[in-house]
């Protein structure tokens, strides 16, 4: 191997850095490296192991330990505390204990009785195949080219040819679920097969190993690109056309028509609960989705059981031609995901037992769209990205298998064994699909159901997507940090990116690099708003909660207010509002999902008069009443409502210096031209508040809080209404 030249994958081994390293970290290291290249393993997927030298705590001994990837563990993340560790000794002594394949689930309750170190780190499924295979460290990867090889119908006479043509001897096991079973499977497959350097598991992917880390490392990294090059010589003898070749092309406004799709399939799919989406038009998706296979293909569904569990049993495909009028496109995904439906409750019925969990959403995680691309969801953006790049994966693996084909198909299927018989599975173009009871005994696996379980509770705003205009500062700003605490996914809308960027930052040290994006935005101006709520489809697949702090306190040096400034102030604090809501409203429209909500913000002034803010008050007063008329309108699946803050100085981007100066001077309150801007809004700040009940100086937290309950699941039966957060003023008073 230390000869072998790669020809696509890196070595990407520091000498200089492992060396300082001790033996779990160096496993550590190795996972890392492996797990940063997706042409290796996909997020999460695979696992690593090592056999390690400890000392006992309990007897100062030195024995051997298994440090094995612990379960939900991601290979490129991994960190030292995320491995198991188990006594080999005893994870070996367990086929004392073992009573057959029908029973080996009860095996997972024995890994923490062997437990290393009171080490607090769930052992995963994935266990057994690590300690019965006799080799110091150990790699389980789900490469493509890997799959590709382990899911084609001649996998086996393949995996032949490339034993001999790169010197490896690779033995194959048939399809098992991951368990116990397939440990003691490996077991025995290496002992039947002495001086074997590797194993390709039917339908699911490869093992490797070594004496050494290092070893170890550039084994898989080698053997992973070998059969890269050897699928890649059957490509260029046959020159083949990947998936049957083309049926379709591309739409001639894919773009424009993708954003316009997202919000109507993001409805669709979110029947049972919200889920946030992701588009993809990958030249390898594109490929894919217009070709002669796409169909039959998709609908076989995957075979590596870390891409079904994101991708489910089998994708949406929209059967619909580019060429034809789009307008005949919405009814054919509703249609589609129809049909999507039936046939996975179908899929449950004629595969549940009477200890199997309830049935789950049945609807799709990937959508296919000819001439369009692919539509990925999840319960959040990454796992709705992982879920697109888990499909992508299962579309190099259908080519790789295709290319390995030669138009044969053998009468019993590498594949089958003792889970499964060669009937159960079907195939296409040379690619062997999982059995749909296997898919089953996977998805709806006891034990995938318990760790569905353990997670934790979500969020209250979790799955929802939210935008805020004005959220650069003041109350917009607390309101972005506020939801994104709250789990939700957030466009930061305001004038300039960089204020909106800044944001952004904050809201991704909250939660996640994910959860948030920025955006500029010029309410008064249709098409920017519409630009903006498309950046925002584009991003999370739709909208959920609008909510718009954006606002402008006309100012002049004698006070006076020209005829131009009436008209700006009207035309945001008034029209404006509606430009943005109207445009909200037929992303709304498209999801057709209840509890879709906006939240506009007045203000106290809204109901006081006073001289001097005449048409600030009056534009308040007419956006109140918008809120009204808008709750009417858009209602019964858009919820409108509104906040009236009383006079919000801290952080408001409407008291500048100026303005604060001014108003101390107006009610006479001494100040220091050496004072900061902060000291001088903090004494205006008590000054109104000292005309209030409570005598608080109202916070931009304080209406964050508002927005966020009047606009979300917490206040579902409520729209027209304003929330005063004034402190408790009298004048303001319902009237």
Known sequence: MATAKLKFLEDRWDDAVASKLDAPELLRYRSNLLG?????????????????????????ETVKVLWVKGSGGDLGSIKRSGFATLYLDKVLSLTKRYRGVENEDEM???????TFNNNPTAASIDTPLHGYLPFPHVDHLHPDWGIALAASANGLEKMEQFNKEFGHKIVWVPWQRPGFELGMMLKRAVEANPGCDGIVLGGHGLFTWGETQRESYLNTVTIIDQIGQFIEAHNLKKALTAFGGVKHTNHAERET???????????????????????????DVLEFVNSQYAKTLAHLGTSCPDHFIRTKIRPMYVEWDPKTDVSELKAKITSALATYREEYAAYYSNHALPESPKMRDPNPTVVLVPGVGMFSFGKNKAESRITGEFYLNAIHVMNGAGQLGDGTCPAELPQAGPAAPTSAFATEENYVALPPSEAFRIEYWALEEAKIQRQPPEKELSRRIVMVVGGASGIGRETVLLAASRGAHIVVADLTQDGADKVVAEAQAIGGKECAIGTTIDIRNREKIKAALDKCVAAFGGLDILI??????????????????????????????????????????????????????????????????????????????????????????????GISPATVVKGSTMFPRDRVKASLSKYNLPFEESESDDELRNKLAHFYAKRTLTHIPIDPKDNAEAILFIGGPKAPVTSGHLIPVDGGLPEAFLR
């Not at 940063?36 to 100062?60: A, I, M, Q």
């Open 108 to 114: 997972v309750a024995m890994y923490p009785l062997c």
């Open 36 to 60: 940063s290249d997706l042409r290796l393993t996909n997020f999460g997927g695979g696992n690593t192991s090592s056999k390690l030298d400890e000392v006992d705590p309990l007897t100062g």
């Open 257 to 283: 028509l993708a954003a316009q799709l997202m919000p109507v399939i993001r409805g669709g799919v979110s029947q049972k609960q919200r889920l946030i989406g992701t588009f993809s038009d990958h030249d």
């Open 548 to 641: 718009n702090t954006a606002a402008i306190f006309p100012t002049s040096p004698t006070g006076a207010i020209s005829d131009a400034q009436w008209g700006t102030t009207l035309e945001i604090n008034v029209t404006a509002n509606w430009l943005l809501s109207d445009e909200a409203n037929k992303v709304f429209a498209a999801q057709a999902l209840p509890g879709s909500s906006i939240v506009l913000t007045s203000s106290a002034n809204a109901v006081v008069p006073k001289k001097g803010t005449e048409v600030y008050d009056i534009s308040k007063a007419a956006l109140s009443h918008l809120v009204r008329e808008l709750a009417i309108t858009f209602s019964p699946d858009v919820r409108v409502n």
